[in-house]
């Protein structure tokens, strides 16, 4: 059974023509993080998944789980369709910039960037303490976090996935989605690096040209990520972010 999120594949498709991604995410301090990263960006319909090597023991945790990315070393000369920046706190090089015609998602450390990365489509996926930390103080309350996801959109220029019991996705022009079927069970620590990769992945597999293409398929990944997390809690007690990992190769199956 075709999964209803992702891109359906022609017949002659090849692993480059359904999107190639590059996950930049982990630190000694949080390597799994590059793991369920990564993980994610592998279930979101990318035929082609990158990770850059900035720290030695997330790239031999990523390569050791995943046999099929590919490990870069250096930002020159890698051309993708979509980045994955910032889950598990990377350090980011100074100069770090890539090409106005790739999708960006910005996760954790790098949501603080985002005015600094070139990017036609700039995506930040923030929770209520992470939108504090960029200065934007909103209310748990669903109307202060529709007006206050508007907010942050507007004023830095990005799309915005502001997480939460029902996440709200809102584009620079002011345009908004609200997916409430995410449960509890996503409430622990590692599912945002998950989203984090599935939104890059989705993007370039899909390859949405305007406003409102890529809002879509925003939803379709949280709806995604919302579904595996259901499907986890009714096989597991309590629910862990590798679990919500496993079913998402499972969601309308």
């Known amino acids: 059974m075709a999964n209803k999120f992702l891109k359906s594949l022609p017949s002659n498709a090849h692993k480059y023509s359904h999107g190639t991604v590059c996950v930049v995410a982990g630190s000694r301090a949080y390597s799994g993080a590059a793991v369920l990263c990564v993980g994610g960006a592998r279930r979101g319909g990318a035929g082609y998944i990158n990770y850059l090597a900035l720290d030695r023991l997330p790239a031999f945790m990523v390569v050791r789980a995943y046999p099929d990315v590919v490990l870069r070393k250096k930002v020159a ?14 350090q980011l090089p100074k ?7 790739a999708y960006a998602v910005l996760d954790s450390v790098a949501m603080s960037r985002v005015s600094d990365i070139n990017a036609q ?17 909103i209310d748990s309350d669903l109307a202060s976090r529709k007006i206050g996801a508007i907010e942050i959109a507007k004023k830095l220029d990005t799309f915005v996935v502001l997480k939460g019991e029902e996440t709200v996705i809102a ?20 599912t945002g690096d998950i989203l984090a990769g599935l939104l890059g992945s989705m993007l370039a597999s899909w390859k949405p040209d305007s406003e409102s293409a890529v809002l ?15 499907l986890a809690a009714k096989k597991y007690a309590p ?5 919500v990992l496993e079913q998402l190769a499972k969601v309308d199956r």
């Open 77 to 90: 000369n890698i051309a993708v369709d979509a980045w994955v920046i910032g889950s598990g706190a990377p």
């Open 95 to 101: 100069n770090f910039q890539i090409p106005a015609s």
């Open 121 to 137: 489509w700039k995506v930040i996926t923030p929770h209520l303490g992470e939108a504090r930390t960029l200065g934007f103080t």
């Open 171 to 190: 584009s620079p022009d002011g345009d908004l989605i609200v997916e409430d079927s995410g449960g509890p069970e996503l409430a622990t620590a590692g």
């Open 216 to 230: 879509d398929v925003l939803h379709k990944a949280v709806a995604m990520h919302a579904a595996a997390g259901k």
């Open 239 to 243: 629910v862990t972010a590798t679990d």
